[in-house]
């Protein structure tokens, strides 16, 4: 059976929490568990750990989902917070990722970034974010209702050349939303796969390489459950990593 390795999300200590209340807490959004073992693959939950000890649970790994969640820290595409700081993101979940990554692109292990996750990669390869869309670029179409939270969606355009077409075989799709910020300045090396035509703002990439899968969006394939007679399916992209997943598997066992 596949392993696919996920990024940690945390929970911070809490005195008002009845459980665990002085310890920090690991964990995967449960949508996200169930995409990764609809794979066929058992998802593995990667935690703060050293280097080395992560790098050698690494090596057992087909492949890496990076999850969403909280906001990136300014600080780490060196700019500083916006509006006396209001989204200062999650610094320390921002160093076990960056960790994770940098192993993941050392093993070249076929990686899939969503929402934060496809804005880690950016950041991880030199690129910058948009704090707040609203208030830096004030987008006509809506990306973030945390009331309707994944019940909202817009469309995304992409070029006959992309990777999204061949595997679609049409130039636009419906995803969902769930996200305030957004792709600024393009990492080096990625290459944009498509855009929110109405604002412009950079909804998927990949990597320029021949020998490493690393793509990212900014949707949520995992929630596509909530409105899926809404939104286009996620499987096609799915099964592309999937694919590049088993490869990698059947070339380094």
């Known amino acids: 059976m596949l392993t696919i390795g996920l990024s940690p999300a945390f929970m911070p200590p809490d005195d008002s929490r009845a459980v665990f209340g002085k310890k920090t807490l690991t964990y995967m959004e449960s949508d996200m568990a169930k995409y990764v073992s609809d794979m066929v693959a058992i998802p593995v939950l990667l935690p703060d750990l050293p280097r080395e000890v992560l790098k050698s649970i690494m090596k057992n790994l087909d492949g890496l989902v990076l999850q969403g969640g909280t906001d990136i820290s300014p600080g780490v595409y060196n700019e500083a917070g916006i509006e006396n700081n209001r989204w200062p993101g999650d610094k320390y979940r921002d160093e076990v990722e960056l960790r994770i990554l940098d192993i993941a692109f050392e093993l070249k292990l076929p990686v899939l970034g969503i929402c934060r996750g496809f804005q880690l990669i950016n950041v991880y390869l030199g690129g910058s974010l948009y704090q ?21 969606h817009h469309s995304i355009s992409f070029k006959k050349d992309s990777l999204l077409y061949s595997l679609y075989d049409k130039e636009s799709l419906e995803v969902n939303t769930v996200h305030h910020q957004g792709v600024k300045d393009l990492g080096k090396g990625l290459i944009k796969e498509a855009t929110c035509p109405e604002a412009k703002i950079i909804e998927a990439f990949k990597l320029d390489s021949t020998n490493h899968f690393v793509y990212g969006v900014q949707w949520h394939p995992e929630f596509f459950h909530t409105i899926n007679d809404k939104l286009s399916s996620h499987q096609p992209l799915t099964d592309f990593f999937i694919k590049k997943v088993k490869e990698y598997r059947n070339e380094n066992n």
């Open 132 to 152: 707040d869309l609203e208030t830096q670029i004030s987008p006509k179409v809506e990306h973030r209702n945390a009331e309707k939270y994944d019940r909202i």
